[in-house]
């Protein structure tokens, strides 16, 4: 089943991850996991912000809700349609 992902990163929270040098690692990591068809990354509401469209099997893959939360980031998952 094909999902997006919308990840939204605060601006205080990005900036200090940006700064730290892991922001990019930290991407990084879960575009490897997710292994994505595509990732579009922009700006939405003064906020980084990605989205990234990724087939998950029998829901049997896991998104690294606590990598997300750790960088401060939120996240909301949809069923496009087909």
Known sequence: MRFLLKVNIPVESGNA??????LGTTIQSI?????PEAAYFTAD???RTGFIVFEMQDGSATIDTVT???????Q???RPGQ
């Open 17 to 22: 991850a940006a700064k730290a040098g892991k």
């Open 31 to 35: 575009l490897a996991e997710l292994k």
């Open 45 to 47: 509401n003064g906020q």
């Open 68 to 74: 997300f939360q750790r960088a401060g980031h939120r």
């Open 76 to 78: 909301r998952h949809d």
